[in-house]
């Protein structure tokens, strides 16, 4: 996947002077042999220098992990570890870090062979929070070579995320349409989060779309556009006009993203959109998306800052959609019902008008924004994507700021079922178990807006990991709890 980050993970071991210092080195060896092993080793570098209760050594590996152009750390206690100098690692790490701990090995090497790392751990813990310093620390951090391995790995998403959003810049386009203020959200966290924005009128991407009139790659453009749709491809006579604005887009992105690696973008879509451009962008949004871009609508900001997250930890194509119509009675008992194990209040239907890329539809066309259409002339509302969503399991979520700028998520994970939605847009008929009550008691409760993001396949665990990580509060992560475990928000007096 494009406009993303690679990981390369230094592991630095750590000694305490009353500790055989060759403790952790066999033991540090065996988890990145592991690691090479079972993954990648591209993505592990270890750190020859073990830290034995000295800030100097502490700085010097520092420096070492820099060489080797290390972007996340591990520090691993092959026994108890100095707490001071650990932290202080983590502490001047400028990026993502771990601590995990060595298990002891055999029954018969407790003497010597003891390293304590289970105690040491609590120690590193408390000295973290001392120093205010972030670190992942699994659910169980102890284990054994392989075991740590797993945890390495695990943690390389989760870092991934965050060195993604140190390196973002969100580009967006015009103030949210009128009636959309639930898309309207305090930029605040954005830069408690090291994301840049860069906000820009609707008027100026006109001016740059008109500049890009008879542009030579239009063709070219237009041609790629065209075998990407195949038979889908029903509005031949837009192509040219979306290359344009895909073009405009492309070169604002080059144009604007300054120091920032990675870039995502928001734009409007109506009220004035289609009588002046002359369409509406949704394919065009679809087509960003599949190359590594994700694009929101309606000026969603936190949309596409979920998307994109959604994007980095999958390494897959992602989409956005409204939580939008129940499933009619009759569908679900011709279609759902004895076939799949939910209830009606279960179901929903996710839509949006057409910006899911093709490669996760079932089917596809271009067709006209028939919502925009009952208001407008046609052909000027030509230029969405049609199509039922690829079913299969699904990961519903979203991270937003409240109105008084405090940071909120939710996590859902469910499936999209082989049911035909016969409706229109982007569409598919979603399956969350107890959604009804996750719908009450967290998503209206919590006041979140109706733009979910969508990442294809399950990522609860993941996410949890990474929204904890960005410093969301527990409290304000919301997940869709089991039959019998109350919301508490939810009357017991059913």
Not at 384 to 408: C, H, N
Request: with cysteine.
């Amino acid at each position: 996947m494009n406009n993303v980050p690679k990981v390369k993970i230094g592991v630095v071991g750590v000694s305490r002077d009353c500790f055989p210092a060759s403790l952790t080195e066999r033991r540090r060896k065996a988890v990145v042999d592991a690691y090479k092993k079972k993954y990648s080793a591209d993505e592990i570098y270890e750190c020859p220098i073990t830290i034995i209760e000295s800030e100097i050594d502490m700085m010097n590996a520092l420096s070492d992990i820099k060489k080797a152009e290390c972007n996340a750390l591990c520090v691993f206690l092959g026994n108890f570890g100095p707490e001071i100098s650990e932290t202080l690692l983590a502490k001047h790490f400028d990026g993502p870090k771990m601590f995990i701990a060595a298990a002891e090995e055999s029954q018969g090497d407790l003497q010597d062979g003891r390293g304590d790392a289970f105690c040491g751990m609590l120690n590193a813990s408390y000295n973290l929070a001392l120093r205010n310093v972030k670190a992942y620390i699994p659910e169980y951090p102890v284990g054994d070579a392989d075991e740590l391995a797993d945890k390495i790995k695990e943690f390389l998403p989760i870092a991934k995320v965050i060195i993604a959003l140190n390196n973002l810049k969100i580009i967006s386009f015009g103030p949210r349409p009128m009636n959309f203020l639930a898309c309207n959200a305090p930029i605040k966290q954005l830069y408690n989060l090291n994301v840049e924005i860069e906000e820009n009128s609707e008027l100026d991407l006109f001016e740059s779309f008109k500049n890009h009139e008879g542009d030579k790659r239009i063709a070219e453009m237009a041609s790629k556009m065209a075998e990407d749709l195949g038979a889908g491809n029903k509005k031949p006579e837009m192509l040219a006009k979306l290359a344009q604005y895909k073009l405009t887009l492309d070169d604002w992105v080059e144009a604007h993203k300054g120091y920032r690696k990675f870039v995502t973008l928001t734009t409007k879509c109506w009220p004035a959109f289609q009588t002046q451009f002359g369409f509406v962008p949704c394919y065009v949004n679809s087509f960003f998306t599949g190359e590594g871009i994700p694009v929101s609508c309606e000026v969603d900001i936190y949309g596409t800052l979920s998307e994109y997250i959604g994007q980095v930890l999958s390494d897959d194509i992602v989409t956005l959609l409204d939580i939008n119509n129940s499933v009619p009675k009759d569908m679900y008992e011709q279609s759902i019902k004895g076939k799949f194990d939910y209830k009606q209040t279960d179901t929903f239907m996710g839509f949006h008008c057409g910006n899911t890329c093709t490669k996760k539809l079932s089917f596809h066309e271009m067709k006209y924004q028939k919502i925009m259409a009952r208001a407008l002339p046609i052909e000027v509302t030509n230029g969405t994507l049609e199509g039922d969503i690829v079913p299969g399991d699904i990961t519903l979520y979203r991270l937003q700021s409240t109105a008084d700028a405090k940071l909120r998520a939710y996590i859902a994970e469910g499936e999209v079922l082989p049911v035909a939605t016969k409706s229109f847009g982007s569409i598919g008929v979603f399956a969350v178990k107890e959604m009804g009550r996750f719908y009450r008691h967290v998503l209206i409760e919590k006041n979140y807006p109706h733009h979910a993001a969508v990442a294809f396949g399950k990522w609860g665990k993941v996410l949890f990991e990474v929204f904890k990580y960005l410093g969301v509060e527990l409290s304000e992560i919301g997940y869709n709890q089991p039959e019998g475990v109350r919301y508490p928000s939810e009357n017991p007096w059913k």
